[in-house]
């Protein structure tokens, strides 16, 4: 029997720990407005040196039906833009405007090195490096794995 690890979901208070956890290569982290509690999940992938894939998490709610009134709704990505380097780029599309602008409004903020004033970024005690999930306090807080943690910490030692 496969088991069901909850996630818990732990703040990221400086813009150093919210950068080095997004640009882990697998981050998953919540944005949530301040001022309308307005929330965004977005996931970044590595998908080469500093370039990355943006995706937001959308929910697809079916519609009720007489064996099932209460729909359980079903979760998707979509690829909202690319970040090379230093640089966001949003995909031309017209959708997810509003996520597109939130992602532009944390970036920007990041790259001065600030954090957003008015929202709060978590991630989802998941490892930064692998996308799995954590269990150790100290890991959370961390953001990274205690396996992907040593690797680094020997590749670092070279």
């Known amino acids: 029997m496969g088991s069901n690890i909850i996630t818990v979901p732990v703040r990221l208070e400086t813009y150093k720990d919210t950068l080095l956890y997004i640009l882990g290569g697998k981050a998953k982290i919540t944005v949530i407005s301040n001022k309308t509690n307005h929330s965004f999940d977005f996931k970044l992938w590595k998908i080469a040196n500093l370039h990355y894939k943006v995706y937001v998490k959308y929910a697809i709610y079916p519609k009720p039906t007489k064996k099932n009134p209460n729909p359980v709704p079903k ?18 599309d017209d959708t997810f405007q509003k996520a597109k602008v939130a992602w532009r409004w944390v970036w920007y903020a990041l790259m001065r090195h600030t954090m957003p004033h008015k929202c709060c970024i ?28 040593a690797a ?6 070279k």
């Not at 680094?152 to 030692?157: S, T």
Request: glycine share 14%; net charge positive.
């Open 152 to 157: 680094e910490r020997a590749k670092e030692g």
């Open 75 to 92: 979760f998707r990505g979509k690829c909202i833009g690319y970040i090379k380097g230093t640089k966001w780029f949003p995909r031309p």
């Open 122 to 149: 978590y991630h989802h005690s998941t490892c930064r490096k692998c996308g799995l999930p954590i269990k150790a306090m100290k890991s959370m807080v961390a953001g990274i794995g205690p396996c992907c943690s």
